[in-house]
Structure formats: C-alpha cells, structure tokens
C-alpha cells in the first residue's frame, strides 16, 4: 500500500500561497493554509482560489502539516512562533519586496541570504529554500508530468541532504524538475537581483544559471561582501 501523501501546510493566503496550495492539491496532498487572524476571515479566498484546502489557524496549520510552506510577506517571518514547527521541515518560499516589507537593510544584506535569517528565527526547524525564484502566474501555468519536454525547473537549497530529497520529491510531483544549488548560504542565488531571480527555465538552464552565479555582477557583490565581513571577524 502507498504511504499517505504528506499534509502540506501553508502560511499566507496570497498569490503565492493559493498558487501552491492549487499544485498540492491538483496531486491530492492534504492543504492547510493560514492567513493572519482568525480562519474565517480567509475562508471565502480559500473556497474561491484553492478549493479544497482547509483554512486554520497559523498555530494549527505549525502544529498539523507535515511541511510548511512560508509564502509570507519576508518582513513579517517573525510573526511566525518557533514553538509549533520544532522539528518540522518548513520551506521558505519568502523574497524582500520593499515595497511591501519597507526599506530593510537586514533583508537586503548580501553577506546573508534571506533564508539563512529564517533559519536563525526557526532554529529547531529544517528550512529549505524552494518556490521562491518563479512568478506565480508561471507557477500556476506551468506544471507538467516528469519527462515532459520543455519541463520548468525549480531551484532549492538547504543544508541537509535528505531534506533536499523531500523537497526535490514535492518539487517534481506537482509538476517541476528540482535543480540543487547549494546550502542555504548559497540561496542568495535565488533571491532578487540574481539571474535566477524570475526565472522560467528548465532544468539544465537553472543549473548553468546557478554555476554562473558568483561571476556575475551581484554574485562579485555578495562575494566581496562576505570576504569583508571575514576579514572583518578574523
């Protein structure tokens, strides 16, 4: 008998988050999703974008899936309690927008990736960057089986390998070839102002795109940065 699919849990009720929770549920995961407040303020959404999704709680959506999905606003990552998602594995599928987050320099620093800053929020939770580079009208748009042609390619990134089998097996079930590119330090190659950054490409093309990373301008920025900063501690 088939083992039950895991219960993907979603914080945010956005774009982003109602597009993922359509993938899952398009291959029968079990969705939970939370927005900020109370579930029912998010229920009509929920019913209209995602049907079949449950809304809850953000502490029930922590406590109850199997894999968290984090597609909030990035400035807000610290309204999500550690507590519920010990041990949990979470994916950040979070970018700074300063538009939306406001002018932060500390989600703006190029000698940490913006994942690296939620793990150190979630210490006892195994985060594992994925979801984040692609626009969510290409993400809706543009799952297909395994071996298909043309497939589109979603870069991850974490520090334990078996976390990344996880994400790459969800990763190609709804419908992406997973491309690894590193640990989380190295996910700044997914973040904005990289070439990945907006991406809709298949998988050959994010590796090469991620390989050429640190000769690129922000890459020779970050680089230069994080000497800096080495050099500085040293």
Do not use: C
Request: overall charge negative; aromatic content about 6%.
């Amino acid at each position: 008998m088939a083992e039950p699919l895991p219960t993907i849990g979603i914080l945010g009720a956005g774009k982003v988050g109602t597009v993922l929770a359509r993938l899952f549920l398009a291959e029968d995961f079990p969705v939970l999703i939370a927005g900020s407040g109370d579930p029912s303020r998010i229920e009509l959404i929920v019913d209209v974008l995602a049907p079949g999704a449950r809304a809850a709680s953000a502490d029930a959506v922590s406590a109850q899936a199997d894999i968290v999905i984090l597609a909030l606003p990035l400035g807000k990552y610290t309204s999500v309690s550690p507590a519920p998602l010990e041990g949990t594995l979470v994916i950040d599928a979070m970018n700074y927008w300063w538009e939306v987050d406001g002018v932060r320099d500390d989600l703006n620093d190029p000698r940490v990736s913006t994942s690296e800053l939620v793990q150190r929020w979630l210490p006892r939770s195994r985060v594992v960057k994925a979801f984040n580079h692609m626009g969510y009208h290409d993400l809706d748009e543009g799952p297909q089986p395994a071996g298909s042609a043309g497939r589109r390619a979603i870069g991850i990134a974490g520090d334990d390998e078996a976390d990344l089998d996880v994400v790459a097996r969800v990763v190609d079930a709804v419908g992406f070839d997973p491309v690894r590119v590193g640990s989380l330090h190295d996910s700044i190659s997914l973040q904005p102002e990289s070439e990945l950054f907006g991406a809709n490409l298949a998988a050959d093309q994010v590796r090469a795109a991620a390989e050429r990373f640190p000769r690129s301008e922000r890459g020779r920025i970050v680089a230069a940065a994080r000497a800096d900063h080495l050099a500085a501690r040293s």
